[in-house]
């Protein structure tokens, strides 16, 4: 007959334990925007500031761009969460060989959207899944091409005096007002283009075994 040890079971329990715990769900940004997406599923979740580089690397695209951000985004936020999945990601708009950055100023966005006036613009948004405890890791871009009107100064200064875009890549917020500078948009995800493609992510979470809806 065999003999148990009672600090055996013990070890066998706690280790059983720890893999019914919940996972955290992370968003590793400090975007409101993505913050304001990720609440839509319904799901808890706590927020992680990555501390990331995100100076561009000469010669990169802006889908290899993005996604080499998102993973950059996802792995700091990992740090201290064993037992987590992290949500990185990261969003790199290109129009003519230009990246559209977040103006930043007023004069900034003015000027971006006096650019960028009857062009097309295509935003990169790329997504990273880190599951911290398997070192699992998704990650894909999800491109929306957007066509902007041609544009007038008088209706550029008009929108920014109604809608200050500074915080927003290519200038529009295409959720707002900003969708009345535009011709078009084009891509399978309109979440995608505030920042945060919900559809893709929804698909990652359910291969990590989340339940959405």
């Not at 559209?100 to 006096?114: H, I, V, Y």
């Not at 405890?133 to 920014?160: C, D, G, K, N, S």
Request: aromatic share 4%; glycine share 8%.
């Amino acid at each position: 007959m065999g003999f148990e040890h009672p600090c055996q079971n013990k070890i066998l329990e706690t280790a059983s334990d720890k893999n019914m715990l919940p996972r955290l769900l992370i968003l590793g940004s400090t975007s409101r925007y993505r913050r304001e997406l990720l609440e839509r599923l319904q799901l808890p979740f706590k927020t992680v500031a990555p501390e990331v580089d995100e100076t561009p690397v000469d010669g990169e695209s802006g889908a290899d761009c993005a996604t080499r951000l998102a993973r950059l985004k996802a792995h700091a936020a990992a740090k201290g969460h064993p037992n987590a999945l992290i949500i990185g990601s990261d969003q790199v708009p290109e129009c003519d060989g230009r990246r559209l950055d977040k103006p930043g100023t007023l004069g900034g966005a003015l000027e971006q959207l006096s650019w960028a006036s009857g062009k097309q613009a295509v935003f990169n948004t790329a997504l990273t899944v880190l599951n911290t405890a398997t070192e699992q890791e998704q990650t894909r871009v999800v491109a929306t091409t957007v066509r902007y009107r041609r544009l007038t100064l008088p209706e550029i200064r008009r929108y920014l005096q109604k809608e200050a875009a500074i915080d927003c890549a290519g200038s529009a917020k295409a959720e707002g007002l900003g969708i009345s500078l535009l011709d078009a948009i084009e891509g399978n995800d309109p979440t995608a283009l505030i920042g945060l493609p919900l559809i893709a992510l929804c698909e990652m979470l359910r291969n990590e075994g989340v339940d959405i809806p």
